[in-house]
């Protein structure tokens, strides 16, 4: 099961929060008892870890959140492992495209190079200066202010933490990544898909990633991938279910979850069709 993280905190009212026009500041305190997670975030959101530790896994990469460590985390999917030895609380900051590309917009002078190797990384993870980390710990005071805080002082305290990224020469990989926003179009597609496609997510979930209506979404699939989405993710998972089965230990069972098929059912059948064998027979008859 995936938790839709951003829905979650916003409709939850037990959540320490404060949401404003394009972002949402959260304490969050994490309630699972699981070592492992998976989430899906329909907006990128910076976390920065108060205490305890986790482990941030996405496209096969591990990122891992200690205090005071911090992550840009893109719109996505992604397995959390967490550590039960202290008490996990991280401030969690949703800040949307169009107020990362309004900022970015207003602010010519930081462009820089959209090639920068590791911004198509679907996690960032952010040099914490001590201006930065004395920022952090001042918006986290906010969210046990009383009376409300005025929500413009809170837009500047973003546009402020937004400085402090961009302005910082460690974060280069960050503010190349911001500056792709300026210009957002096929690659950006092409990203969602190849980071999300093996995790089972309906069409309308992989349109709300990419920042598109269904409709929309469809029409770009069409003209960037000349084939429909489900025919593309149908390939996709069975290629790499083909290759987990050759080359890993997992039982098919595994191997289904973990390509994005949505029961094991359905995998067994769709591969048959691809590969005029079911998986097990075919991984038997490899030699594996």
């Known amino acids: 099961m995936i938790t839709n993280l951003y829905n979650e905190i916003w409709a939850d009212p037990s ?19 699981t070592e492992k997670f998976k989430l899906l975030t329909e907006e990128s959101f910076i976390i920065y870890t108060i205490s305890g530790e986790k482990d941030w896994i996405a496209s096969g990469k591990i990122f891992k959140a200690q ?27 949703f800040i949307s495209d169009d107020f990362i590309r309004d900022f970015m917009m207003d ?16 996690i960032i993870p952010l040099h914490v200066s001590d201006t930065l980390k004395a920022l952090f710990h001042s918006i986290f005071g906010y969210l046990k202010a009383t009376p409300e ?39 950006s597609l092409q990203h969602v898909m190849m980071n999300n496609y093996q995790h089972d997510l309906s069409l309308d979930d992989f349109a709300r990633l990419s920042g598109r209506s269904l409709s929309s ?45 949505k029961n094991p059912a359905h995998f067994n059948k769709v591969f048959r069709d691809k590969y005029a064998l079911p998986p097990r027979q075919f991984r038997s008859r490899s030699g594996n």
Not at 107 to 122: E, I, L, Q, R, Y
């Open 15 to 33: 959540y320490n929060k404060i949401i404003g026009s394009g972002y949402l500041i959260v304490e969050y305190k994490c309630p699972i008892e």
């Open 67 to 93: 205090p005071g460590d911090a992550l840009f985390v893109k719109k996505g999917v992604y397995t959390t492992t967490q550590y039960f030895d202290v008490d996990h609380c991280i401030l969690i900051l």
């Open 107 to 122: 602010n010519h002078s930081f462009t820089v190079s959209t090639k920068a190797s590791g911004m198509d990384d679907p």
């Open 149 to 187: 805080i005025p929500r413009e002082l809170l837009e500047l305290k973003f546009r402020e933490l937004l400085y402090n990224i961009v302005l910082n020469a460690q974060n280069k990989v960050l503010t190349a990544y911001f500056c792709s926003l300026k210009h957002p179009g096929r690659n």
């Open 217 to 261: 979404f469809k029409r770009d699939f069409k003209s960037l991938y000349n084939m429909p989405p489900a025919k593309w993710l149908t390939e996709k998972r069975l290629e790499l279910a083909k290759n987990l089965l050759l080359h890993s230990d997992m039982n098919v069972n595994e191997v289904s979850f973990e390509s994005g098929f």
